[in-house]
């Protein structure tokens, strides 16, 4: 079993900081970009719904019929290692 994982919110975090001048709209796509190539899934993790990305991402994946995993806490990954194993 190999999972691994693409987060979004670190490959881009602070980006402002680091001088780019992209708009956000950027990063939203870039990420999109990312998923289009590489998902087979999406993990949301808890608090999700507070992140623009976050649900872009989860959108996506319901639009394409990727499976979401939702786990509650880190050692909530049961779902995920069973679909792996498969």
């Keep these: 079993m190999l999972v691994c994982c693409f987060c979004a ?4 975090s602070f980006h402002h900081e ?3 001048k992209a708009p956000d709209q950027f ?15 999406v993990l ?3 608090g999700w719904e ?6 872009n991402e989860v959108g996506w994946a319901k639009v394409n019929n990727l499976p979401i ?6 050692d909530d990954l049961s779902g ?4 792996a194993n498969k």
């Design 9 to 12: 919110h670190t490959h881009t």
């Design 18 to 20: 680091k001088g780019s």
């Design 27 to 41: 990063y939203y796509d870039l990420d999109l970009t990312f998923l289009r190539r590489v998902a087979d899934a």
């Design 44 to 46: 949301a993790m808890p």
């Design 50 to 55: 507070k992140s623009r990305g976050a649900k």
């Design 69 to 74: 995993f939702y786990p509650q806490s880190p």
């Design 80 to 83: 995920v290692v069973n679909w």
